[in-house]
Structures are given as structure tokens and as C-alpha cells.
């Protein structure tokens, strides 16, 4: 560079000089042109120089540019790589086998063979490296990714999927155009380097140099032809891959927005839906005054509710109902085995639905391996009962605890007993009451007393029974119907018991039969022709052991006595 601005320097000082001379000495006109046209020369030489490493350097950067880090060129390398060490390979098999079919190799011969022997086996392991590029180098780069199934939208669900699927498959897309990209560079790099290289080969009339940019602009040019190729196929190729995507994309669109539709129509429904039954749960709630009655009311509108939102949701998103019916067909063997217990556990809730035999809020009795449970029924679901322990005449005669929730699967209705003290609103229940009395007390006073007192006590739960039993006679055969206090007396190892039934509030039987059990053991007291038995001895003895006196007894020997037990 240096030396350009020397040569122009020069050029310049040289017509000044010219100039000066001219104005000094116009004689010498002549000598003055010619050494104008010389030094114009000298200076259109420097610029060409200057032009030239200008366009050196450009050439150099435009090398740089379409070498740094780009894939189809060094598959293009690898390429060529490849094609050079297969005509290599074969010359060297050529020389091998020549040198093969000599009679006798001599000395240098045969270290000839050897070598190239070595060659070969170098070759071809750089060949077995490079195999990939045997056939096509650039099929892998030209091939864009899979597009798979395209998925269907069908509930909402598959929106996150089919939104995703786009989101790869633009990805796709934009790495593909990527690949597109770089290409289509690297042939207008090549162009313009070409062009950058011819316009040197111009400036430069040296035949040296001419030949090693012809040699580059040989390579440029197979290069360029190579590429324009692959450019041309992966242009028809990418096409071809868009219109399909923008096609998926169009199709998944179109889908997305009649599933979101959807989705916003059954969600205003079910808030519909909702709204009324909260509406219904409130007004059930303000006007029902029978708590049992409204508590089955809110559990049939929220079984009525799920039914329908299952049956809305099935049809909605099941396209072809009679295909899930022919595969429940053939399922239903063996559901049925899998799942005996809850087939029979929702028939039987079926059975306590439609039957009324048990119904929210009964008091029933239960028993399971010889242990009995005592309580009411708090909650029926689909699959059993719920049932809380109370204090009554079993916990107290039997469990010694009460409290307890009891869960019972539905299906015990069919294989266990279970007794229902609360059927049809009958609140009632009979209780008994048992007490003995010594053989010479007054039977008939006793039994009068019990029958007043339980009478007494039991008058309003008798009232409240016949007209219970009154209604239910259009629904049961009713053959005994007394509900009159009953009192019943017989014969006992320790005396007479009477037995005095009544009827009790189904729900508080303990309360009634303490409150009973107290006032006739306070009437019993003040009678004095009535004892109350219990188990007892009397020892009888002899008259004559009684006048001799008792004889001290031996500690070493039992007594001896003649008992006689009542």
C-alpha cells in the first residue's frame, strides 16, 4: 500500500513539474505532451494496483463470509473429499495389480508394493469414514423433519395438543427455511465472487496468476452448479413442505375454534344448569319444613345433576355412541366380575331408592358377625350407607360404646338382616320391662301397678301408634293392631316375673325404660304384700344340734352343716 501512495506521489510531483516546465519553456511543447501521456499512463497503472488489492481483499472476505461455519459447504468438502479418495483408490489398485503381475519384483519393487499396499489400507479407512457420501451427500440436509399424524380435536383437552403440534411444526418450518437461506447465500456469494474474480483476472496480465484464478473460477463454477442444483430441488421441496404445513395449520384453526365454541356452550350450560340448582336447593330449603324430606330432595337434584352432566359430556364428545356401546358389550363380562361388589352395591342402592324399605334419618339395626349395631342413617350414597352409632339397650347391654359411624355397603340389603325401627314414620317400637316378685306376694297388685305405671308414661306414644298403623293398613296386611300397654306374668326359678310391655319413642327407648323402671320400684315399696326376689338361701337346723349347743369346731377339719338351697 505504501507503495502505491509512492507511486502516486510521484505521478502528482511529476505534473507539477510537467506544468511548471510548460509554463517556463512553451518551446518545448512536444516534450512536455509525451511526458504527460507517460506519467497519466504510470498513474492509470497505480490505480488499476489499487483496484486489484481492493478487489483481493473483497474476494478474501467474500471466502471467509461463505466458509465460516456452514454445513453445505463442508459437506460439499467432505464430497469432493470423498470423490478424490475414490480415484485415488483406484489408481492405487492399478499400480497394485501391475506390480502383482510381475514374475519377479525387485528389491524396490516389492517396497514399492508395500507402500502403496499401506496407502490403500489408509484410503480405505478414510473411505469407510466418509461412506455417508457415497450415494447422495446432501439428502439428510435436503429432508425436512416428519410431520406425524396430524392430531384431531375433539375436547378441549386436545387443544393443548393440537396448539403444541403447530408450535412444532413451525418450528420446523423455520429451521427448514434456515437451511433454505443459508443456501441461496452461499450461491449469491459464489456469483459475486465470481464476478469479483473475473474483474481480477482483468486487471492482472500476468499468466501465473491468470491461471490460478482460472483454477479458482473453475472451482467457483462447480461449486455454483451444485448448489444452483440443490437450490432448485430444495426450493420445489420446501413448496411442497408449506402448502402442507400452512394446510395442517389451517385445518387445526378451524378445528381449535369450533372445540373452544363447543367448550363455552356446555360451560354456559352447566353454569346454567348450576344457577337452577341452587335456585331449587334454596327453595327447598325455605320451604320444606321436613328436614328429612328436603335432605333426599337436595341428594335426588344432585344425583339429577351429575346424570345429566355426564350424559351432556358423553354425547358431546363421543362421536359414535353405538362403537362405545358394542365395546361396553363386550367389556361387560368382564367388568361384571371385576366389579361384582359395585354392580351390587348400586343395585342395591337402586333397591333402597325405588323400595323405601331405609331412607335418611331411619333408626335400624345391624348385624355383622355376630356384632349388632344400633343407630340412625345419616347418608345413602351409591355405593353404601352411612349410619352413627347411639346410645341405646344394645350399646349399653353389649358394645359398651356409641358414637361410631358405621359405613354398610348397599348390598347387604340382600344377604344381611337388617331391622328398620323407623319404617313408613312408625317412631315407635315395643319395650319391656321385666321384674320378679317372691311367690306369696300380691301377683295381681304387681301386675296393676305395672300396667298403671306404663300406661301413664306410654299414653301419648300409644295415641301417636294407632294412628301410625291406621295409615299403614292401606299398605301392609295389619292383623294385630293393639297398641294398649300389655302385661304379661310367669313362673321363674326365684318367683313370678311380670313382663310389662309399652311403646317408646324409637329414639329414646333407655330414657322411658329408666324413667318406668323407677316408678314401679317406688310403687312396689309401699306396697307391703309385694317383695321383690332375688336369688337368696336359708339354712335350716336341727332341733337337737340347737339344744346341745354348738361344739367348737377342729381348724383342721371343715365344717359340717346340712344346707338345703331355694
Not at 154 to 165: D, Q, R, T, V
Request: proline residues 2%; glycine residues 2%.
Amino acid at each position: 500500500m505504501k507503495r502505491v501512495f509512492t507511486i502516486i506521489t510521484f505521478a502528482t510531483l511529476c505534473l507539477y513539474a510537467q506544468n511548471s516546465s510548460v509554463v517556463l519553456e512553451s518551446n518545448t511543447t512536444t516534450l512536455a505532451h509525451e511526458i504527460a501521456q507517460k506519467r497519466m499512463t504510470q498513474i492509470q497503472e497505480a490505480q488499476k494496483i489499487i483496484e486489484k488489492e481492493e478487489l483481493i481483499k473483497e474476494k478474501n472476505k467474500l471466502d471467509e463470509d461463505i466458509n465460516e461455519n456452514n454445513i453445505w459447504l463442508k459437506i460439499y468438502s467432505n464430497y469432493r473429499t470423498y470423490e478424490k479418495l475414490i480415484a485415488q483408490n483406484e489408481l492405487i489398485e492399478k499400480d497394485i495389480k501391475r506390480l502383482e503381475n510381475l514374475k519377479s519384483l525387485t528389491n524396490k519393487q516389492e517396497k514399492q508394493l508395500q507402500d502403496l499396499q499401506n496407502e490403500q489400507r489408509t484410503v480405505s479407512g478414510k473411505l469407510q469414514l466418509l461412506k455417508e457420501y457415497d450415494k447422495d451427500p446432501f439428502e439428510k440436509i435436503l429432508k425436512h423433519n416428519d410431520i406425524g399424524e396430524t392430531p384431531s380435536v375433539g375436547n378441549p383437552i386436545a387443544i393443548l395438543n393440537a396448539i403444541s403440534y403447530q408450535k412444532t411444526l413451525n418450528s420446523d418450518r423455520k429451521e427448514y427455511q434456515e437451511r433454505y437461506d443459508s443456501l441461496e447465500h452461499i450461491v449469491n456469494k459464489i456469483k459475486e465472487e465470481m464476478q469479483v474474480l473475473q474483474r481480477i483476472m482483468e486487471l492482472d496480465d500476468s499468466n501465473q496468476s491468470l491461471n490460478t484464478y482460472h483454477n479458482q473460477l473453475n472451482g467457483l463454477q462447480r461449486k455454483l452448479t451444485t448448489f444452483e442444483e440443490l437450490l432448485e430441488i430444495f426450493k420445489t421441496t420446501k413448496n411442497v413442505y408449506e402448502k402442507k404445513i400452512e394446510e395442517i395449520n389451517l385445518k387445526l384453526n378451524s378445528e381449535i375454534k369450533r372445540e373452544i365454541q363447543k367448550t363455552l356452550t356446555l360451560l354456559m350450560a352447566i353454569f346454567f344448569f348450576m344457577i337452577v340448582l341452587v335456585i331449587l336447593k334454596l327453595l327447598t330449603r325455605r320451604y320444606m319444613l321436613d328436614d328429612d324430606r328436603a335432605y333426599r330432595i337436595n341428594k335426588a337434584l344432585n344425583m339429577l345433576f351429575f346424570t345429566v352432566l355426564i350424559l351432556v359430556l358423553l354425547f358431546s364428545y363421543i362421536e359414535n355412541v353405538s362403537y362405545l356401546v358394542t365395546v361396553l358389550s363386550f367389556a361387560s363380562a368382564g367388568i361384571a366380575i371385576a366389579m361384582k361388589d359395585w354392580f351390587m352395591n348400586m343395585l342395591g342402592w337402586f333397591v333402597l331408592v325405588t323400595s323405601d324399605s331405609i331412607r335418611i334419618g331411619d333408626r335400624v339395626r345391624f348385624d355383622r358377625n355376630g356384632v349388632v349395631y344400633v343407630g340412625d342413617i345419616v347418608d345413602i350414597s351409591l355405593l353404601r350407607m352411612t349410619m352413627q352409632e347411639d346410645v341405646t339397650l344394645t350399646t349399653y347391654m353389649e358394645n359398651r360404646r356409641a358414637g361410631r359411624f358405621v359405613f354398610i355397603p348397599n348390598n347387604y340389603i340382600f344377604t344381611e338382616m337388617i331391622s328398620n325401627y323407623s319404617h313408613s314414620g312408625l317412631k315407635t317400637v315395643w319395650d319391656g320391662i321385666d321384674f320378679i316378685i317372691t311367690f306369696d306376694s300380691d301377683e295381681k297388685r304387681a301386675m296393676s301397678i305395672a300396667k298403671e305405671v306404663t300406661k301413664k308414661y306410654s299414653k301419648g306414644y300409644t295415641d301417636i301408634t294407632r294412628k301410625q298403623l291406621n295409615a299403614l293398613r292401606s299398605e301392609y296386611s295389619l292383623k294385630n293392631t293393639n297398641v294398649e300397654p300389655r302385661i304379661f306374668a310367669f313362673f321363674d326359678t326365684y318367683g313370678i316375673k311380670i313382663s310389662s310391655w309399652y311403646l317408646t319413642n324409637s329414639f329414646a327407648t333407655l330414657k322411658l325404660r329408666s324413667t318406668i323402671s323407677m316408678e314401679i320400684m317406688e310403687q312396689i315399696k309401699k306396697e307391703p304384700n309385694i317383695s321383690l326376689a332375688y336369688p337368696a338361701q336359708s339354712i335350716f337346723i336341727d332341733k337337737n344340734v340347737r339344744q346341745a349347743g354348738c361344739k367348737p369346731l377342729d381348724s383342721n377339719q371343715p365344717p359340717k352343716a346340712s344346707n338345703n338351697e331355694q
